[in-house]
Structures are given as C-alpha cells and as structure tokens.
C-alpha cells in the first residue's frame, strides 16, 4: 500500500441531499389510507388461513401419532385375539391327549411284557450248534511294494527384489 491508497481510503463520503417529500392532497391522502387499510386486512385474512391450515396439519400429525402409539400400546388385533384362542386350545388339547396316553400306558406295559416272553421262548428254540473243527485256509496274496517316485522339482518363480531392484528367480 502506498500512501495515496491510504489517503483516498480516508476520504469522507459526500452527503447526501434530502430529497423533497412529494406533497399530496388530502384525497390523496385518504385514497392512500384506504388502500393501506384494504391491504392490512387482506394481509390479516391471509395470516388467519395460514395459522388455521397449520393448525390442522398438526392435528392431523398428533391424531397419526396417537393412532400409532395405541396400536403399539394395546397390541388388539383381530389376528392376536385369534392367536390367544387357538393357544388355550391347544392346551386344552395337550392335557386330553396326555390323559389318554395314561390310560392306554398299562395296557401298552402288558402287551409289550407278552411281547418279550414270546420272543424269549423263541431264542430257546432255535439254538444251533456251529461247528469250529475245521481249520480255515487263509491264501497268501503277495503285495509288491510300489516303485518309488522321483521327488519333483519346485518350479521357479520371478519375484521382484526391491534390494537390488530387478526380478529375480526363486
């Protein structure tokens, strides 16, 4: 920066000549008054609607939330109610067919006792006798010993060495 940067910087401003007001007759005047009052209550209007539809978008949203939060609160369901009475029938069904298992379980005790008495008779009857006189013959088979292979070789791979800074073969 020089010195006349810092010198025009410095410059006051011009001020600013006020402007004459442009003077009006009193029908203007009124006119005017009444184009303001006109507008005022438009504007109001306005404001009203806006306030009005705000409000019932917000009812709107509690009255979604409020659904929501009962529906996850009381959990009623025409399926869940439906659910609650196949599982007590189903408990009631449990218990009848455990006590038909008891009653049958004697009779089923009774069978199986006979059951075992006839197939012990059974594995009395049939004894045989097995013969270990004779002498088994056993065949020698020769096993030749498989010939053995050449061990092979590692192939060689390139690798870059960084050391020396070439490929080398590993």
Same mark, same amino acid.
């Given at each position: 920066?020089?010195? =006349?940067?810092?010198?025009?910087?410095?410059?006051?401003?011009?001020?600013?000549? *006020?402007?004459?007001?442009? #003077?009006? =007759?009193?029908?203007?005047?009124?006119?005017?008054? #009444?184009?303001?009052?006109?507008?005022?209550?438009?504007?109001?209007?306005?404001?009203?609607?806006?306030?009005?539809?705000? @409000?019932?978008?917000?009812?709107?949203?509690? @009255?979604?939330?409020?659904?929501?939060?009962?529906?996850? %609160?009381?959990?009623?369901? *025409?399926?869940?109610?439906?659910?609650? #009475?196949?599982?007590?029938?189903?408990?009631?069904?449990?218990?009848?067919?455990?006590e038909?298992?008891?009653?049958?379980?004697?009779?089923?005790?009774?069978?199986?006792?006979?059951?075992?008495?006839?197939?012990?008779?059974? %594995?009395?009857?049939?004894e045989?006798?097995?013969?270990?006189?004779?002498?088994?013959?056993?065949?020698?088979?020769?096993? #030749?010993?498989?010939?053995? =292979?050449? *061990?092979?070789?590692? *192939?060689?791979?390139?690798? !870059?060495?960084?050391?020396?800074g070439? !490929?080398?073969?590993?």
């Amino acid at each position: 920066m020089s010195d =006349t940067e810092i010198f025009e910087m410095e410059k006051p401003k011009p001020e600013k000549k *006020p402007r004459k007001k442009k #003077e009006l =007759t009193e029908e203007q005047r009124e006119v005017l008054k #009444e184009r303001l009052k006109k507008g005022r209550e438009t504007a109001l209007k306005n404001r009203q609607k806006k306030a009005l539809e705000k @409000k019932i978008d917000r009812e709107e949203q509690d @009255k979604a939330r409020d659904e929501k939060i009962a529906k996850h %609160v009381l959990k009623k369901n *025409p399926v869940d109610e439906n659910l609650a #009475e196949l599982k007590a029938d189903l408990k009631e069904l449990r218990a009848e067919l455990k006590e038909m298992k008891k009653a049958k379980e004697p009779e089923k005790i009774e069978e199986i006792k006979i059951q075992i008495e006839e197939k012990k008779e059974e %594995v009395k009857v049939v004894e045989k006798k097995v013969d270990f006189d004779e002498e088994v013959k056993v065949k020698e088979i020769p096993i #030749e010993k498989p010939a053995p =292979t050449p *061990p092979v070789p590692i *192939p060689k791979r390139k690798v !870059f060495n960084t050391k020396l800074g070439k !490929f080398v073969y590993r």
